[in-house]
């Protein structure tokens, strides 16, 4: 069971819109980082995903541990959020 | 040969979603012909992650490529067009049926548009698939923000990277453009990017091979190129590649649908392929202009002969 959802996203990024809108069309809720809006944070993402892109999507299970989905990557996302 | 009854069946079947495919689905889908859309990746395809179109007819002062493939997809729907997100894997002739092997299962069409473009190409040197997603990059409008007051060079001489290279310096502080041969980017787009020279952000480095892209610490330093001969090196912190574009084929090995020499797909006057049924368009087919307009036109083209060819073979589909 999915606890919360983050997702980082910039405002230009195609594939951003094609994890949110899959996410939405499950039912699920997410967090959104803009890293346009909010540079500071592009450590944090890296320091997560290991890679400098978007979109990064940050699953936190019930039990609290996490799960990265880097891109737009269903293969890895829907398995994530089951 | 697959049990009609059992398997999940449409008029046509598009797979892609870029603009070339999204065009023929509102033409289709305005008749009432059932049109469903295979996209592996983002609908809109290149054009939704190129950062700024501004010669797509109908749009004086340009359009961003994200809102130009969101209208053309919200279009397509409007009219009842389907968009899965997933994959063809195989295509196979059953006479009046195709039938596609997809990652949703098979599925029967009485006629296949193959709009799946093309993907941004590889240089292939040392470094690049090493530090790919981090420092390596294919999608500036992706991955740009990542490069905010840092150096970066890019590499390729056509429109995409021109294109990509001015946007690119809303974010980087000096760009070096490595270009193997000559800028062969339309005459506005380098009259544009001129503008970024004479304002020191942009270095054009003509006739400069990129060789290997270098790091340490698990980040990229520099790419070493040769230019006149002698090794040059270019600090950065970043590499964008464009440098021309790969077609999307490889799903069609073995199909018996006939490819070009750089594996485009083959099409005759009506865009249909040698496999009848199914037709192609866009950046996919072989003569292709590369063009989002002509890809739209193109588009809806197929459409209008996939309209004749189901008028003359077919009966409407029951599930």
Same mark, same amino acid.
């Given at each position: 069971?999915?606890?919360?959802?983050?997702?980082?996203?910039?405002?230009?990024?195609?594939?951003?819109?094609?994890?949110?809108?899959?996410?939405?069309? @499950?039912?699920?809720?997410?967090? %959104? /980082?803009?890293?346009?809006? $909010?540079?500071?944070?592009?450590?944090? *993402?890296? +320091?997560?995903?290991?890679?400098?892109?978007?979109?990064?999507?940050?699953?936190? @299970?019930?039990?609290?541990?996490? %799960? /990265?989905?880097?891109?737009? $990557?269903?293969?890895?996302?829907?398995? *994530?959020? +089951? | 040969?697959?049990?009609?009854?059992?398997?999940?069946?449409?008029?046509?079947?598009?797979?892609?979603?870029?603009?070339?495919?999204?065009?023929?689905?509102?033409?289709?889908?305005?008749?009432?012909?059932?049109?469903?859309?295979?996209?592996?990746?983002?609908?809109?395809?290149?054009?939704?992650?190129?950062?700024?179109?501004?010669?797509?007819?109908?749009?004086?002062?340009?359009?961003?490529?994200?809102?130009?493939?969101?209208?053309?997809?919200?279009?397509?729907?409007?009219?009842?067009?389907?968009?899965?997100?997933?994959?063809?894997?195989?295509?196979?002739?059953?006479?009046?049926?195709?039938?596609?092997?997809?990652?949703?299962?098979?599925?029967?069409?009485?006629?296949?548009?193959?709009?799946?473009?093309?993907?941004?190409?590889?240089?292939?040197?040392?470094?690049?698939?090493?530090?790919?997603?981090?420092?390596?990059?294919?999608?500036?409008?992706?991955?740009?923000?990542?490069?905010?007051?840092?150096?970066?060079?890019?590499?390729?001489?056509?429109?995409?990277?021109?294109?990509?290279?001015?946007?690119?310096?809303?974010?980087?502080?000096?760009?070096?453009?490595?270009?193997?041969?000559?800028?062969?980017?339309?005459?506005?787009?380098?009259?544009?990017?001129?503008?970024?020279?004479?304002?020191?952000?942009?270095?054009?480095?003509?006739?400069?091979?990129?060789?290997?892209?270098?790091?340490?610490?698990?980040?990229?330093?520099?790419?070493?190129?040769?230019?006149?001969?002698?090794?040059?090196?270019?600090?950065?912190?970043?590499?964008?590649?464009?440098?021309?574009?790969?077609?999307?084929?490889?799903?069609?090995?073995?199909?018996?649908?006939?490819?070009?020499?750089?594996?485009?797909?083959?099409?005759?006057?009506?865009?249909?392929?040698?496999?009848?049924?199914?037709?192609?368009?866009?950046?996919?087919?072989?003569?292709?202009?590369?063009?989002?307009?002509?890809?739209?036109?193109?588009?809806?083209?197929?459409?209008?002969?996939?309209?004749?060819?189901?008028?003359?073979?077919?009966?409407?589909?029951?599930?």
């Amino acid at each position: 069971m999915v606890k919360n959802i983050t997702i980082f996203t910039t405002t230009t990024c195609a594939y951003c819109p094609m994890v949110k809108k899959y996410l939405g069309a @499950k039912g699920l809720k997410y967090d %959104e /980082v803009n890293l346009d809006e $909010n540079p500071q944070r592009q450590q944090e *993402a890296l +320091a997560i995903s290991g890679a400098l892109t978007v979109p990064v999507t940050v699953i936190t @299970k019930q039990d609290d541990t996490k %799960e /990265v989905v880097v891109g737009y $990557n269903l293969a890895k996302l829907a398995p *994530a959020v +089951a | 040969m697959a049990d009609v009854n059992q398997v999940p069946k449409h008029e046509v079947i598009i797979v892609g979603a870029g603009p070339a495919a999204l065009s023929a689905a509102i033409y289709t889908t305005r008749e009432d012909i059932d049109t469903l859309l295979f996209e592996r990746g983002v609908p809109g395809g290149l054009a939704a992650i190129t950062d700024w179109v501004d010669n797509y007819p109908g749009f004086a002062e340009g359009i961003a490529g994200l809102e130009l493939a969101g209208n053309l997809q919200k279009q397509a729907e409007r009219f009842g067009a389907v968009i899965e997100l997933g994959e063809v894997l195989k295509i196979h002739d059953e006479g009046e049926w195709k039938r596609l092997e997809t990652t949703s299962g098979d599925m029967l069409a009485r006629a296949v548009l193959i709009a799946t473009g093309s993907d941004y190409k590889k240089i292939g040197v040392p470094g690049e698939q090493e530090y790919y997603a981090r420092g390596v990059h294919y999608c500036a409008t992706c991955d740009g923000a990542f490069y905010r007051d840092k150096r970066l060079v890019i590499v390729g001489g056509g429109n995409s990277a021109v294109q990509e290279t001015m946007f690119l310096t809303r974010f980087a502080t000096h760009i070096d453009l490595l270009v193997r041969s000559t800028i062969k980017a339309s005459d506005v787009l380098q009259k544009e990017l001129q503008k970024y020279v004479d304002d020191g952000k942009v270095t054009v480095h003509l006739g400069t091979t990129t060789d290997e892209i270098v790091g340490e610490n698990n980040s990229v330093t520099k790419v070493v190129g040769t230019q006149d001969g002698k090794k040059v090196e270019f600090p950065t912190d970043g590499v964008f590649v464009f440098v021309g574009l790969k077609p999307n084929s490889e799903f069609l090995e073995g199909s018996g649908i006939e490819l070009d020499h750089i594996h485009l797909v083959k099409s005759d006057e009506n865009l249909q392929t040698n496999m009848p049924g199914v037709f192609v368009a866009g950046d996919i087919r072989s003569g292709a202009t590369m063009q989002i307009a002509s890809a739209a036109g193109e588009g809806a083209t197929a459409a209008l002969k996939i309209r004749e060819y189901l008028e003359g073979h077919t009966h409407p589909v029951q599930n």
